[in-house]
């Protein structure tokens, strides 16, 4: 596939990988993008943005990037920590104090991020279109039991950390999560990179294609209920009404799954977060990085879900071999289903996105060689 784009001197490598993943894998269509120093070195795009029709993947293709999403809502919340108006390890309550009961009092929004705070899915069962709608979800969670004691074992907060974590920028800054990563972030750095993509930008998005049927989960599992709402969503279903295409989940602030964005977006977000990009200010200092690059939760989940290598810090993957590969141990970032890996690294300087709208669960080598190929090419 002759793909767009280019690449610097030095960083041919990476443009070899991204080929490599067109011929070799069920890749569709895709994007990668690289800062480095601040400064963009990889910027290549290709394939088919939807495979119905096939439209071309186009510069500036967005696409829905389920979990990579998760990232830039906690890039928002260490950014509101940073500025002294959040303190991650005071009591939610502090900001939310509704949160308060049924045993949530000492629920800090550390917890949160970290998968620890026993709230990984909902008692209650709010409609479709109560989801959507922002405050039904809020208030299911103020009601909600812990499964297990705050603080004490992990489990992946699939979707719920989106409204935990999202509600607390809510009540701090007065801005929905969207509202407020465009306005402290977003805008100034124009990045094509949304929790919640406004409706006029819906033609330009690359659909997201399966790879085979989707696996069978028992739909009672807990596995099934955190990834699926108690059923309300279709996981990883890709068609309308509740897959991950619906114009109506990716236009509602759904801020643990459902943003929108180019490859181009998250690179040079994670840029700005940890070198500034063009000469710009550094989002997030050293000591910002460093407190949330401690390991907060890893191995065997609350459920028993095994350990596959992957550790979190205070919201962000760290670096997790073929699991989650990134650079070393100052990086952080997030990957998403089907294949999405975005990421920043404040030691070589890297701000790195890729997406892609092929999704492929196991044995998906498509990020892992292109983080190899970078990792070549910066030790060259």
Not at 224 to 246: H, Q, Y
Not at 299 to 312: A, N, T
Request: aromatic fraction near 8%.
């Amino acid at each position: 596939m002759q793909h767009n784009g280019w690449v610097d001197e030095g960083y041919g490598a990476v443009a070899d990988a991204f080929a490599r993943n067109f011929a070799e894998t069920p890749e569709l269509g895709a994007a990668v993008t690289v800062h480095v120093g601040g400064r963009k070195v990889v910027d290549l795009w290709g394939g088919v943005a939807d495979e119905r029709t096939g439209r071309a993947w186009e510069e500036h293709t967005p696409v829905p990037v389920m979990s990579a999403t998760k990232g830039v809502l906690v890039l928002c919340v260490h950014l509101l920590a940073q500025e002294g108006r959040l303190d991650l390890d005071a009591p939610v309550a502090r900001y939310w104090p509704e949160f308060a009961r049924n045993g949530k009092e000492g629920i800090t929004t550390r917890m949160i991020l970290a998968h620890r705070a026993g709230v990984p899915v909902l008692d209650a069962t709010p409609a479709f279109e109560e989801i959507l709608d922002w405050m039904p979800v809020v208030h299911a969670l103020e009601e909600q039991k812990p499964l297990w004691e705050p603080g004490t074992a992990h489990e992946y907060h699939g979707h719920t950390i989106g409204w935990l974590a999202g509600e607390i920028i809510r009540r701090v800054t007065g801005l929905t999560p969207g509202a407020y990563f465009r306005s402290a972030i977003a805008d100034a750095l124009s990045l094509t990179t949304w929790i919640g993509v406004p409706a006029d930008r819906l033609p330009s998005l690359a659909r997201l294609a399966a790879d085979g049927p989707a696996p069978q989960l028992p739909p009672d599992s807990l596995f099934a209920r955190i990834l699926t709402m108690n059923g309300e969503f279709v996981f990883p279903g890709i068609d309308d009404p509740r897959g991950w295409n619906s114009p109506a989940m990716l236009t509602a602030e759904i801020p643990g799954t459902g943003g929108v964005s180019t490859a181009r977006g998250l690179a040079t977000l994670y840029a700005a977060a940890v070198t500034g990009v063009d000469g710009g200010p550094r989002l997030l200092s050293s000591d910002t990085v460093t407190d949330a690059l401690r390991v907060q939760s890893s191995g065997v989940s609350w459920s028993g879900f095994p350990d596959l290598g992957v550790s979190w810090g205070s919201g962000f993957h760290l670096d997790s071999g073929s699991q989650v590969p990134m650079l070393g141990p100052r990086s952080f970032g997030h990957d998403g289903a089907g294949g999405h890996l975005a990421f920043g690294d404040d030691e070589f300087g890297v701000g790195f996105g890729y997406v892609a709208n092929r999704m492929i669960g196991a044995d998906d080598e498509r990020a892992v060689r292109l983080v190899a190929a970078l990792k070549g090419c910066l030790a060259g």
